[in-house]
């Protein structure tokens, strides 16, 4: 596609419940990034996939939260049991790598909501 | 690990004065320096960039300068419009080696606000 494609746009849901959000990165771009942005926060970096490489998890907040993506595409990023302060905007963002890593272009994000 | 630190916001002008949002990094490898912009309503996207010391970025009248010495990477603008009115992330992706290589890691956000 010409950009970055994130799905749904809006997702509200039960606490309790597991939640699936789904990034359809630029076509050809390698790095992928998941983001998380709090109502009027700045934004916090969850993972990272970078090519075939293993992925930087390290911004994952809980054990509730994975990623998963297949090869060079599509990437899911899973919440079990949400809880409130999961409420926020999960941007996904993806970059062409190579000698120089390039901007990273942004999706619209989802907006969950956790009632 | 790599960091980005923005000034505190919110910031407050008036149209056509002078802006400036600084930004200074920690970064392990030889990074690159972005200006992301986020406008109400919009989704981020790319204002600037530079990709080496001495580099300097430049996009709709606003500049910064990639400073190794200082480890800066100030936003600037000689005259703001209402248009302006956004919030402001300064960001680096880490040319090392390793799996930090590529990874982009956000300062914390300045909201600007450009009053008529």
């Known amino acids: 596609g010409a950009g970055v494609s994130q799905s749904p746009s809006n997702k509200v849901t039960e606490k309790g419940k597991d939640v699936e959000l789904r990034c359809d990165p630029i076509?050809?771009?390698?790095?992928l990034y998941w983001y998380r942005q709090r109502l009027g926060q700045g934004l916090e970096f969850l993972i990272y996939?970078?090519?075939?490489?293993?992925?930087?998890k390290s911004g994952l907040p809980s054990d509730r939260f994975s990623a998963e993506r297949t090869g060079e595409s599509v990437s899911t990023l899973t919440i079990q049991r949400t809880q409130q302060e999961d409420s926020a905007v999960y941007l996904c963002?993806?970059?062409?790598?190579?000698?120089?890593?390039?901007?990273?272009?942004f999706g619209q994000g989802t907006r969950l909501t956790v009632v | 690990g790599d960091s980005v630190t923005q000034m505190e916001g919110p910031v407050t002008l008036s149209e056509e004065a002078f802006l400036t949002i600084n930004c200074t990094y920690t970064?392990?490898?030889?990074?690159?320096l972005f200006w992301y912009v986020q406008y109400p309503g919009e989704g981020l996207q790319l204002l600037l960039k530079?990709?080496?010391?001495?580099d300097k970025g430049s996009n709709k009248g606003f500049e910064a300068t990639y400073r190794k010495e200082t480890t800066s990477f100030h936003l600037e603008k000689g005259s703001v419009q209402v248009s302006d009115s956004a919030v402001y992330f300064c960001?680096?992706?880490?040319?090392?080696?390793?799996?930090?290589?590529?990874?982009?890691?956000f300062g914390q956000g300045t909201i600007l606000t450009v009053h008529p």
């Open positions: 963002a993806s970059s062409l790598q190579g000698g120089v890593p390039t901007e990273a272009f």
């Open positions: 076509s050809g771009h390698t790095a």
């Open positions: 996939f970078q090519g075939n490489s293993a992925p930087d």
């Open positions: 970064a392990t490898g030889y990074p690159s």
């Open positions: 530079a990709t080496k010391a001495d």
């Open positions: 960001a680096l992706t880490d040319k090392g080696g390793g799996t930090s290589y590529g990874k982009l890691t």
